[in-house]
């Protein structure tokens, strides 16, 4: 419940880098409204049913989805279920420590888990094999390995690209209710293909896609998770600062204009795979 | 929240299954000041939500490698009673939602709170639900605020929080139980109510980049209500405190 | 396993109440075998089964009771199962801590228990549904949330108060064992109303219902839940000190004076609510 | 425990299952000095239980914060081997039945102890079960006065518990296993054997007010031969130890 | 993760023990190959199914056994279960702390359940009972209670003796699979009988069964684990040291030596049983 | 690993399933300095293992009291992430296995470090296995010992590991998990290579003295193999330091 020690940046340091947003400069070299250059990589765990990695300025996340066969939640027997869990390990920055999930980990894995819900990714409903009692269950894991900023909007990428490369058994049921899989592997059924966006405020200033020291002196940051025809399916603010409704308006725009950017990787993916549901 | 197949959330008349109109909120009570041990404190009953608020500090800090040299330390605790939820009794250790939950309501308190002024303190804010219907967290930002202003700590405005839904396509204000479970959308939302400025927000379900706009307008006029009634209690208890204070029975 | 650390009692004013309680006076006031006044409130918790809230003093307990259907325990597998959870929240005193429950915690809760369960307060047995396999479990959960000593009396007042206080929906099981449960709700099936007495030893005084600071001060307490023909159905001495056999004598003679007026509160409840079983 | 239908724990005769009497104690055997790395330990066997502790102490306490200005920390801790009951294993975590017995074991002994003579200090007393067979607790708590003294902790008194059971409306002095599993009650009572004062008592199942008072009088009895077994190790114990000072073979 | 924090041995005594053990001498008079006497006792906890302690030196060590029936691991259904557990508890040193087990608990477990699976001591495909369905599940409980060194080769002795000693329920399955358990009681199927060897590295020599100021000032240690063959059915290297090739191989003779002394003892124990079924 | 009923591991003219010979390592490829924030780093492939390993440190030791006075505390957390199984997602939590083969590598890269140079301080080593395929705990003692080298720990010397197995009665190099869970043996072995001392050594299964003989033997020259990729590794990641230094791309 209390607050994770993060590093603390110099005060001069701190000082110019929030001149330079004034300026609207970045320490970087990049422009207010410019994501940094993303690499995604999928098939990254040959064990996991689909996995990726996602390189964003020196950010790494891999994500692998496991699915297996299991029982429903009980309020919603007739659907597949999703569990998103992360957890920012100690291997990938000096501001982790380790042991069972804090609330950074859980933040993050529940806004993961929200936006893909939401949109949504996974037809959860085209996943009950034998509706009410056996189900795919799919868990998706996030693991940060190196820290530079924006976890979210990687984590996000990173999960989507693991749904996205990710197959299954092909499973019939029998009328008895036994279950049969087959050799055959199938995608998972994807109905749409979020993507998150986080724009930091910097004293006045909006900033998209925010590195590890400029997440250091934000005042706040907020994420949009957006769908493909552009509806929000996921806010989240965070951080100590505050932000004018104005400014909440602006940087939903700014995330709805580097969206497609960043799901043309995504939707490549999903060209190249089998033929999928939707 | 799953969408709702089935369970209609509106009348004909537009009305929504409690009688209220989209943008009307619930019947809000609050009480400063309900606990003797706490340094502040406040309880609010916001339609059936029921939740108590306790503010301990600024003390000092424990354990103390957790003190910052440069501020407060603010910690939060949301959690819900086994028997608050309409379910089955909730076990007692907290899940991920009360973890995520604490912290966003931390991160919705923190730019009210002039935290520079008792660096190396803490301020613990407890907050636990005693009946849910919806929207717990919003009212509970709303409790808490005035808990915080009950024990003192300076602040630079309230805060004060509610939820906008999505209910058959039309935005709404402050969802009851029945319409987060059943509808299409999910937004809390708390701002500084002099200050306007949003220290939370948060959303699932799906909304267009209008309805985003239009939700914080809503949020806004909702706001400025529950910011009535949050002033409303504090100068109950400050009267009640100044009655006893002058030698009356409080 | 270590003690929690007590806020302690500067040495003069801890002086100051054992010299008073020599003299027969008290810090409130109170003689010694004076109970203070006690308000309980019922339904306080819209969505458990039952809820009460009791003030004694400045004293607060919450309790709700919220009954499931489940299995009974191995070795009672025709009786419904009783479960007593207490957690002294930080909320109530800045003695608590954050954390999962601690010996304190642990003793509050089963001393409730064994008081209810000798009595008993519940008819166990008239809690299976199907016996062996379907069994109601309550769940009897005790919060303070304000602290000015003597959580015992308070939180078995409370706990009682819920108890009588509830309503479970009337279920009726088909002979192929599927359980129907019916709109119409019954409360839930009570034997007896036992009442908790604690007395608290300050040098060789001893005073009835302990406020904070005469617990910071005792040497000892001993508590007993009485039913209602004056059975002593537990007893739990506590505290660094100890009891002359006398003075445990006394102190039942005491706990037995006070019990009935503490009980009559209960028994208004039993006679407001529906016919009852027993 | 509950109430016992069917099972029959007292002869025609009047003796109970064991054949025991109603005021009479199982076999008890005390030995004193059992560890080498402990500062004090004992073993105990009462009946079927064996029960070994451990004293550690006085030593300075880990960690530190814990300390007490003003006085000696005791800590107890009571546990049952998960091989030591008669049911299926237990498993090794800490039941919430070890946690209060810990505690009430802890209170049982503090009123024994001169805890001033020893301020900042911790003495840890490790209470390990290996076999069950009824009133572990207060055997427990027996030896561990006995592992207390070996120590050299000083004490005003030793503690000796026994409990008084309820058996067919009777009124028993040491519940066996079958008898506290049967019977219609328990009262664990342990006491300062010199001084005659009770410093554990606790009670489940149903008792009158006459009844509790000879419980009382039946324990003080029972204590007393249990303390001779008490001082008997005790004093086997230092001969041995003298005999090794003094060069002779252990 | 950490290292647990030993009681440091003073420099001067350290280097006392390591010229010691240069001369072929050892602090308690021993020679480097020398193992010390062994006690061993069964039937010391009468609820156990079988139970034993073992007195090395002042190094005691007790194992429990319990057998109850339950369901086997998916990836053996044939098969019974071995489940070993041991907790390195305060009681034993000041050097333990109470707590969750860390990895010298878990360490110590894994090695004895390794060897005894390994040998195989119990022969588990005869612990099924329904196969797939009912097994026995054999909990191998391990608690030192008096240190002074050598705690794997207590244990192993310990946990044989406990398992030779052990008797269970005879039962049956009936054609519908009920299990019937009958009043007779049979002793465990056992395969063969491994005993476990520690050698401890002062310097440059090799001495057997370190006692606890040996272990203290020791470079590493090798645990051999051996069949009545002689074969080696566990190994295990510990400590921050390192051993030469030569130095295993002369470590294993050394095992190899002292194993038949060891076990004997339990070559006797199980004459002593009921008729075994290997 | 249970004995291998009925799954052939050698084909008849003595090759394994992926075409090996008894003495044959997996194809390895070590990259060292793969991420930024960590002082030192390492990644492995070894067939389709993939394990990443970081190194922090020499750094203060937290928490403070774990410190050593005359030596450095070297810590490590080897973990599977929960979809490098090839069986069901492993649960986050550890296990029992991993707590073990944690101490385990621990020991086996202490041997080669000077500890003694850097005292109070710590080094912390974390492994994440990536994917799994036989053999984990050596392949990550390799990689770990490149990333203590690449973060500047001062050593005598590298460590590599290798698992020796029994497969169909033979001794063979280098497990993959079709033949740890199908084999008769697994035996894993770390060297410092240069040295040729043991650091690590474990076994299950059943061997002869002679095999154990052979099998360090065995071990021996495929450490020396693995020994050439960590140090091309390790030259590979010098000569890029050094050409970023001068002022060259990287």
């Given at each position: ?7 603390v ?44 990695r ?8 891999i ?87 924006n976890?979210?909007?990687a ?25 049969v ?67 909440i ?14 799901r ?15 | ?21 989209l ?66 009794r ?23 709170i ?35 202003a ?92 100044l ?8």
């Amino acid at each position: 419940m209390s607050e994770r020690v993060y590093t603390v940046v110099p005060a001069p340091r701190r000082e110019a880098i929030r001149s330079m947003a004034k300026r609207g400069e970045r320490v970087d070299g990049r422009k207010p409204e410019e994501f940094r250059e993303v690499k995604l990589e999928v098939g990254v765990a040959g064990n996991a049913d689909g996995s990726a990695r996602v390189t964003l300025g020196h950010t790494k996340v891999i994500v692998g989805v496991k699915a297996s066969l299991g029982q429903p939640f009980p309020d919603a027997p007739n659907a597949g279920v999703q569990i998103v869990h992360a957890e920012l390990i100690p291997l990938a920055s000096p501001i982790f420590e380790p042991g069972p999930p804090d609330e950074n980990d859980v933040e993050l894995a529940r806004i993961i888990d929200r936006g893909l819900r939401s949109a949504p990714a996974l037809k959860l409903e085209d996943l009950a094999v034998v509706p009410g009692k056996q189900v795919w269950r799919v868990f998706i894991d996030i693991y940060p390995i190196d820290h530079d900023g924006n976890f979210i909007d990687a984590s996000g990428l990173a999960a989507m690209g693991a749904l996205l490369s990710a197959k299954i058994p092909k499973v019939t049921a029998a009328p008895d209710g036994t279950i049969v899989k087959a050799e055959e592997k199938v995608p998972l059924p994807i109905a749409d293909i979020p993507v998150f966006v986080t724009i930091a405020k910097i004293g006045d200033v909006l900033v998209v896609d925010p590195c590890y020291e400029e997440e250091l002196v934000m005042d706040a940051r907020i994420t949009f998770a957006l769908t493909r025809d552009n509806h929000v399916c996921a806010i989240q603010k965070g951080g100590r600062g505050s932000f004018t409704p104005e400014e909440i308006e602006r940087a939903l725009e700014m995330a709805l204009n580097v969206a497609p950017r960043l799901r043309s990787a995504l939707e490549n993916l999903r060209q190249a795979g089998a033929p999928q549901s939707a | 929240m799953t969408a709702g197949a089935g369970v209609k959330l509106l009348t004909e008349d537009g009305r929504r299954l409690d009688g209220r109109a989209l943008n009307e909120l619930r019947r809000c009570r609050i009480e400063a000041g309900v606990l003797k041990n706490a340094d502040g404190s406040a309880y609010i009953e916001l339609g059936r939500n029921k939740i108590i608020v306790a503010v301990y500090g600024p003390r000092e800090v424990h354990p103390r490698h957790e003190a910052l040299p440069d501020r407060m330390l603010l910690r939060c605790r949301y959690s819900m009673l086994p028997f608050s939820v309409a379910e089955e009794r909730k076990s007692p250790a907290p899940t991920r939602r009360e973890v995520e939950i604490s912290k966003v309501i931390r991160e919705a308190l923190e730019p009210a709170i002039f935290l520079e002024e008792f660096p190396r303190t803490s301020v613990d804010v407890y907050i636990e639900v005693i009946e849910a219907d919806g929207s717990t967290r919003v009212a509970s930002i709303t409790a808490a605020a005035v808990a915080l202003a009950d024990a003192g700590i300076p602040m630079r405005d309230l805060v004060a929080g509610v939820s906008i839904g999505k209910i058959e396509g039309k935005l709404a204000v402050d969802l009851s139980g029945i319409e987060d479970q059943h509808g299409e959308g999910d937004m809390p939302i708390a701002m500084m109510p002099r200050l306007g400025e949003v220290t939370l927000m948060q959303a699932d379900g799906r909304f267009t980049r209008e309805e985003v706009a239009q939700a914080l307008r809503m949020a806004r006029e909702a706001i400025l209500k529950l910011y009535e009634e949050q002033k409303r209690a504090l100068k109950e208890r400050y009267s009640k405190v100044l009655a006893a204070e002058l030698g009356e029975e409080q």
